[in-house]
């Protein structure tokens, strides 16, 4: 099972320094604008994605101040269904990115945010 987790900065060049002095991370500018993905220096398989990002609201008007985390899962529909059958409601629609996968974004029933992703090289908008 893949994991991943986004750091959220304020300040994206200081928080890369932090990381590379302490961990040695290296950042690779990938996707939208002020979002790195993280070389953890792991090739070990089903080691963890990392990225690093400009701190925006993942649910309006609350700050985001953990890691984001973003749970792998087979099927992202019937994980929606899952989350919403538990007790859990869905903060961000499920949504595409082309050729990563498909992710939404809910909140468990202990108000912990987290997303759920379905890895698809393959995925693209559909139309």
Known sequence: MQSATNTPADDTTR??????SVFGWT???WGPPGFWMIDTGSREPGAPMAALQQRRPLVEGERMTGFECTISTPDIRAT???ILGAGGTILMPRTT????????WFRDTEGNVAGAMQYDTGARVED
């Open 27 to 29: 950042f690779n500018a």
């Open 15 to 20: 928080a890369q320094a932090f990381y590379a």
């Open 97 to 104: 990115i082309p050729g990563v996968g498909h992710l939404l």
């Open 80 to 82: 929606e269904r899952a």
